[in-house]
């Protein structure tokens, strides 16, 4: 095992590259995939296609059209308009800086929660756990987190904000540990009972905020709760429209963090085996139930930082619904990643882009923001089946086992 | 040696373990009892009456049944006394394999005190909610005859939520575009079938994790759903106006007082349910292609090595489960609200899985299994107009929990088929 790693670690370029190539043809075909659905839910490409064998180029120059305003408008809500920038950069001004390099912080802004919700289900894919609840998981860092920023008054923020996120690690953590416990003592499939944990926790941050509960800001007829003390935000480096914030850095280090965890501690190796290999686990004398809590905890952990920096570094409030499916889509991303660290934080910064750039197509192009949810199914299904990327690109070689990850069944 | 040894102490720790089963049975029901003495019969005032309706919809006159009115505090301290003796022999003798019906009989015993509770003073129609738990259990046991007809097949379908709420989409967007409730339902169920090719597919031919392979219909079903219903159903309301399917009472049975009303008295999709069930009961079990699909599901190579073709077999299932989901899908906007709102399945699909689960994989098993969580849903309606003081939210949490519960295995651990979720490589 020993040997294998230090095998990996003496890398060439071919090497680095290869891992590379399916996951950029997979978001390659997703993005054309995507590409129909758009032209063919356009009601002039449909107008248009009804009178196709007549005129066949009225559809495809409207297909064109349809589809160039759509990622068009993904780009520039995404990265920003280089024109705008260039003009921007020659002019120096501060206000025309500011917009235009609004779309491109505000990527990363989005990101960051991608980051740690990624982060978390990659950690549960390495010990075979598949923690669909990371949605749940960073509601309840959420409201741990922004309980401790309004509660507690007069600290200094080198107190507070730790505080705070530790406080959203613990919600996390809390909310993973009753499936990984019932994984581990009865066998009960983590991917029902984190979807059921989810949905409880749905419903307990709509009591928390409700009327009578004790989160509700009193003095407001809105579902939400107080704001966070200054002492806890998360200090931003720009003045006003951009929203660009510490969490990113603080989001870079746990990737570091965890991939020091799992690739260079004892801990880390045990919990890559269960996952690996149970039953080789098992005779080494790991124990299978604690590795498979420990990685559920930390996993929500992570899930509920992601909450935390939502709440503590964006909102400064918790509000009804406050997470647009970070924890949803984090799946497609740690898979992107192939459960590595580098990987998850590449892939987030990408569906950081993709979510973000996706609300300006929503204005511009009135595409519906759930076109993401459609590529990202796709960049998954891909993933997991690189056979058929390899026969539509006619690709060679077709490594053993490759992006193929196993968890396990019913009660097994 | 060494062998007898491991062989006596494993027989022993199974002792110690049934022992402590049996005893931890013991006390959970003592607790129950408590609970209903503490909660309920301690919180009602001896004087006080519940009344409970036993007639559904509109019933002649001369047919009307009489409501059901009983003290208050004299049953609740009833059930209470009855699940302690429950507990106390329980734990004394043991049930032995009856402790399972034990368990739902003191769980129902809870829930009844907890309505009589509830109606102190006050009176609850008990025809209308097992009626509402009727209809609410029906897209949970469709779900999970879906799931039996894959996971017998040795395919693990967690696609079913994906499935339904695609087919709940199609249904009202075809069945408002043809104007015919029967063309929505079937492309509900084509549409589902379709998805559940895609997923036997990835998990067949391409031996994609199936619970990855899974995921991937979930996500895109929630995402292309929603995408088409914002920029279409929502903008243009005549997609989405399909209507309903109207309720036909069964000549006869719908006669029959009290239960014709909550069976007999409803629309294809109940209906449907109870031929459903019946047929795939009968099909797994007493014919030769059952036969085959258990064989598959439980051991695949042995399956192959008497001629059954695996892959085929496993085809089919999937697919036959995908149009059961489609069916359960129509079920909510063509046999319920008559509209597609989004993400409107709300985890009904996981709901049915569990119920698979907690109906160890059999027909009636989940049919039971899905009345209870159908109750649970039915129940959380009724408190909020019985002002239960109780925050409607955690009402609303309690089919998840209780499906955490059952999946926990309280009741007996289900042991799914052997080859549920492999891959099958031919030798």
Known sequence: MTQAVSAKSSLNWQKFLQPLVIPALSIFT??????????????????ALKNFFTAPGAAFSASVKAIATAYGSLFEGSLGNPAQIIAALQSGESKALANAFYPIFDSLVTATPYIFAGLAVAVGFRCGLFNIGAEGQLYMGAIFSVWVGFTFKGLSPWVHIPFALLAGALGGALWAFVPAILKAKTGAHEVINTIMMNYIAFRLSEWLLSDKGPLKRP????????????????????????????????????????????????LGFELRTVGANPNAAKYAGMSITRNLVIAMCLSGGLAGLAGANEVLGLNHNLALSFSSGYGFDSIALALLGKSHPLGVVLAALLFGTLRSGATRMQNVAKIPTDIISIIQALIIAFIAAPAIIRSLYRLKGAGEGEGTIFTRGWGK | MTATTTVV???????????????????????????????????????QISTFGLNQGAVPAAERLPDWVIPSY????????????????????GFGRATSVMLGLVALFFIFAFLTWATRDQSINLAGMLKTMVSRAVPLSLGALSGILCERAGV????????????????????????NLWIGLLAAMLISGLLAFVHAVLSIKYKVDQIISGTVINIFSAGITSFISSKFLQVYQELNTPGTFKAYPLPGLSKIPFLGGIFFDANIFVY???????????????????????????????????????????????????LMAGFAGAYFTLGSVGRFD?????????????????????????????????????????????????????????????????LAGLIGRATPPAADGQPYEKQ
């Open chain 1, 30 to 47: 997703a993005l054309i995939v995507g590409s129909l659905v758009i032209a063919l839910t356009d009601l002039t490409v449909l107008e």
């Open chain 1, 219 to 266: 003095d407001s007829a809105n579902p939400i709760s107080p704001f966070i003390e200054k002492s806890a935000e998360l200090p931003r480096f720009f003045p006003d429209p951009i929203r660009f914030h510490l969490g990113f850095f603080i989001a870079l280090g746990v990737a570091l963090f965890v991939y020091w965890f799992l690739f260079k501690t004892t």
């Open chain 2, 9 to 47: 102490s494993s027989k022993m720790l199974a002792e110690r373990a049934h022992l402590t089963r049996n005893r931890a049975f013991g006390i959970a029901f003592i607790v129950i009892a408590l609970a209903i003495y503490g909660l309920f019969a301690n919180d009602v005032k001896p004087e």
């Open chain 2, 74 to 93: 004299g049953t609740t301290m009833l059930l209470a006394a009855a699940s302690a003796a429950i507990g106390a022999y329980q734990l004394v003798r």
């Open chain 2, 156 to 179: 693990v379908n967690i696609a079913i939520e994906g499935m339904m709420l695609s087919g709940a989409m199609v249904a009202a967007l075809v069945g408002s575009v043809s104007h």
């Open chain 2, 272 to 322: 449907g349910a109870y031929v459903l069930l019946v047929v795939v009961h009968i099909g797994l079990f007493y014919t030769r292609w059952g036969l085959r699909v258990r064989a598959v599901g439980e051991h695949p190579q042995a399956a192959d090595t008497l001629g059954i073709n695996v892959f085929r077999t496993r085809y089919i299932n999937v697919v036959l489960g995908g």
């Open chain 2, 342 to 406: 989004e993400l409107m399945t709300a985890g009904r699909g996981y709901i049915g899985l569990a119920a698979m689960i907690f109906g160890k994989w059999t027909p009636f098993g989940a049919a039971g299994a899905s009345l209870i969580f159908g109750f649970a849903e039915s129940l959380q309606g009724k408190l909020a107009i019985l002002k239960v003081p109780i925050p409607s939210q955690f009402l609303l949490m309690a089919p998840y929990v209780a499906t955490m519960i059952a």
